[in-house]
Nanobody, 121 residues
C-alpha cells in the first residue's frame, strides 16, 4: 500500500527555519505533481506550495520568498524548506500528491497524515 509520510515538524521560534520531508513508500514507480498544504486550528486547509513532475513550482502569496519546495525522484521524497518562520505559519502540514505504481498505473492521489509545525512569537 502506498503511503506518504511526513517528518520534520516541530517547535521553532519566530524567524527560525524548518525543513519538512515527505517520502512515498510502497509499490510505486514515480511521483507526479506533489504539494504541501497546511491547516491552522479553526481555519480551512490551504495550499502552500506545488511542484510538478517537471520541477515547476508555485507558492501561496503568504509564503512566497520564504518557503521552497523541492523533490528528489531517486528517494521518492518531496521537501519543504521554510525560513523566516512566523507565528501565522503554525499548523499541521500535509503532503499530497499523485503517485503512479504497478497497481495504479494512471496515478492516484494520496495524502499524508500531517506533521505539526508550531512557531512561537
Amino acid at each position: 500500500q502506498v503511503q506518504l509520510v511526513e517528518s520534520g515538524g516541530g517547535l521553532v521560534q519566530a524567524g527560525g527555519s524548518l525543513r519538512l520531508s515527505c517520502t512515498a513508500s510502497g509499490p510505486i514507480w514515480n511521483m507526479n505533481d506533489m504539494a504541501w498544504h497546511r491547516q491552522a486550528a479553526g481555519k480551512q486547509r490551504e495550499l502552500v506550495a506545488v511542484i510538478t513532475s517537471g520541477g515547476s513550482t508555485n507558492y501561496a502569496d503568504s509564503v512566497e520568498g520564504r518557503f521552497t519546495i523541492s523533490r528528489d525522484g531517486a528517494k521518492n521524497t518531496v521537501y519543504l524548506q521554510m525560513i523566516s518562520l512566523k507565528p501565522e505559519d503554525t499548523g499541521v502540514y500535509y503532503c499530497t500528491g499523485n503517485v503512479r505504481g504497478p497497481f495504479t498505473p494512471r496515478g492516484r492521489d494520496y495524502w499524508g497524515k500531517g506533521t505539526q509545525v508550531t512557531v512561537s512569537s
